[in-house]
């Protein structure tokens, strides 16, 4: 009998075992599919930001020299033929020139450090492409780059002609490039997603953040300081980019300003552009790591998933074994059914994330989440209701009790507000016209009891009533967010008052030639009301203003505001058709002006 049972327990344990590797092998790939996904997806869109970046870096380095350019040219014109002044140089934006006769010989030089004639020399000497620019009948303008004491340096060209037409001098200016990066590009690591890096067609570098690397060829330099290092991957990335004008890349390399570089993977994006007689490389390096921060946080989310999933597959398998033959079987259909709806949930899922970005998961939580809170607000309520039915004679308990009710019940209607809100369809709003002058004095009445003194809220407009088409439910969460967004701008300043007013009025003729007309009929398109929000705020730069409506976008703090109450006015908008402008001027306040379609009372 001993044996039976220790043979079945075996067996017992034997599939338990089996069940275990095979739903969590299938759970594996299933995650491995949907990382794959995600991470083909992130490192597309992590190489297009780093392309932007080469162009805002090339685009910089470019304007830079240009602008040195016609500094230089002014100056050439201004001193007419003459020895130009520290005063008239830095005016120009330039640290140093040069006058130098075609035979390379200084007649003078101007800086603010005050370099001898023999250091002038030196830096001439350096400059292989300035015989050539010489002898050339074409103006360059700019040599080829070069270095000099461990800094690299490009030279502006401007030459200088007699009466005659004979060539007197070359003005000569050199430009410190690594100056150029600590000025126009270094602070920009943020904007850029990585940092710059600047090299000649000798793969040796002009640019780059830490300052002991330039003039380093980018391997064979940093082997004799690093011979332990591997430099395969910076092998790779060097044919890679002697190979094409432009491309993108995947790589590993080091931090160079740490004292024992640690190897790292880096993701790096390129393009060559000509400078003059120079043709120099610019790409932006980024922390790999750092770029698929997101990969990570969403491999995490499906591991806690996953995890939760292979616990409820070991307890529904331990209680399986647990009872009899027949509870078995329906055990065994439940855990199947259940597998089969979760394998199916699973498939929507990878769906949705092949066409929403990390903004739609979020939303998809937020909606799961509410929809929970709304079956435990649900019980409590309709409890709640009976305890007062059942307790009449203590008026006490009562007032408890319907205070209860009261907050249960804003909070199913806040549930119902995001659930109809994150909802494709909308067959279940009641849609009917409304006199909207009517519906903002309620909503006045409702809201200013809960304003602060210093803060009013007024309504200046029509006092006819006024009809448009759609959903109670849907102006009163239009209203409120708009109210709410010019309460909070007011309470941001520091004497934190301010006033709100509210109207109702006919739309110009002006502002109708500027509404779109598609979706109207022409002979309706007179018939447009404004819905305006006016507040005493702060007032908003037009960065801000063009952001405002984006989900999540947000001036407050994790504390203070999601950045959804504005998005939510602009999808209710775009559901009716409606159209919203904004004006706002610092230190003078906003206003929200939505363009409705007026209707007759009937409709």
């Known amino acids: 009998m001993k044996v039976k049972i220790k043979a079945m327990v075996n067996r017992h344990i034997n599939r338990f075992i089996a069940i275990f590797f095979v739903i969590g092998l299938a759970l594996f ?132 002609y007699d009466e005659s037409g004979n060539l007197m001098f070359i003005f000569v200016a050199p430009i410190d490039l690594e100056k150029m990066y600590l000025t126009d590009l270094a602070s920009d690591g943020d904007r850029l997603k990585g940092y710059a890096v600047v090299k000649n067609q000798q793969m040796e570098l002009l640019m780059h953040p830490v300052s002991k690397q330039i003039g380093m060829h980018i391997i064979r330099d940093r082997k004799k300081e690093h011979p332990t290092l591997d430099f395969s991957g ?60 997101g990969i990570i946080m969403i491999s995490i989310f499906f591991m806690i998933i996953l995890s939760f999933t292979a616990l409820i597959t070991v307890v529904l398998y331990l209680l399986r074994g647990m009872k009899s033959r027949q509870q078995t079987i329906l055990n065994e259909r439940k855990i199947a059914k259940e597998k089969e709806e979760y394998q199916e949930k699973i498939r929507g899922y990878e769906r949705e994330v092949y066409q929403y970005n990390k903004v739609a998961i979020t939303g998809l939580l937020t909606t799961s989440i509410v929809h929970d809170m709304n079956n435990f607000l649900t019980p409590i309520v309709g409890m709640a209701e009976m305890l007062i039915e059942e307790n ?106 301010g006033e709100i007013f509210l109207s109702v009025r006919k739309a110009t003729p002006e502002e109708l030639e500027t509404l779109p007309k598609t979706g109207f009929p022409s002979i309706m398109v007179s018939d447009f009301i404004v819905l305006s929000v006016t507040d005493t705020g702060p007032g908003m730069p037009k960065e801000i203003v063009d952001n405002i409506f984006a989900p999540f976008f947000t001036t407050k703090t994790s504390e203070e505001g999601t950045g959804l109450g504005l998005f939510v006015v602009s999808a209710l908008a775009e559901k009716y058709d409606w159209t919203i402008r904004v004006t706002s001027e610092l230190s003078t306040g906003s206003t929200f002006s939505i363009f409705m379609l007026q209707v007759k009372e009937k409709e």
Do not use: C
């Open 234 to 293: 910076l092998e790779k990335l060097e044919k890679e980019q002697l190979s094409n004008n432009s491309g993108r890349q995947i790589y590993y390399s080091y931090w160079w300003s740490d004292k024992n570089p640690k190897k790292i993977l880096k993701i790096s994006a390129f393009e060559w552009m000509d400078l003059g007689l120079t043709r120099i490389i610019v790409s932006i390096d980024a922390d790999y790591m750092q770029q698929s921060e």
């Open 392 to 497: 009449e004679e203590n008026p006490a308990l009562v007032s408890d009790l319907s205070e209860i009710v009261e907050e249960a019940t804003r909070g199913q209607k806040m549930v119902r507000n995001i659930m109809r809100f994150s909802r494709k369809k909308t067959g279940n709003t009641e849609v009917k016209a409304i006199n909207i002058v009517e519906k903002i004095q309620d909503e006045i009445a409702l809201l200013k009891f809960g304003f602060k003194h210093h803060i009013t809220l007024k309504y200046i407009g029509e006092e006819a009533p006024i009809y448009v088409l759609a959903d109670e439910q849907d102006l009163t969460v239009l209203m409120d967010n708009l109210i709410t967004n010019a309460y909070q701008a007011i309470s941001s300043m520091p004497k934190k008052d």
């Open 29 to 160: 790939i299933i995650l491995g599919l949907v990382v794959y996904r995600f991470q083909k997806e992130d490192v597309s869109l992590d190489h297009e930001q780093l392309n932007q970046s080469v162009k805002y870096v090339m685009g910089t380095i470019k304007s830079t020299i240009e602008s040195n350019q016609k500094s230089l040219r002014l100056i050439a014109e201004e001193t007419q033929n003459q020895s130009p002044t520290i005063e008239l140089v830095k005016k120009e934006g330039l640290s140093t020139v040069f006058v130098v006769t075609p035979e390379k010989k200084v007649v003078s030089s101007v800086s603010e450090q005050n370099e001898s004639k023999e250091t002038v020399e030196k830096q001439l000497s350096e400059d292989k492409t300035f015989d050539q620019f010489v002898k050339d009948d074409k103006d360059y303008n700019s040599g080829e780059a070069y270095f000099l004491n461990g800094t690299s340096y490009i030279d502006l060209y401007q030459k200088v």
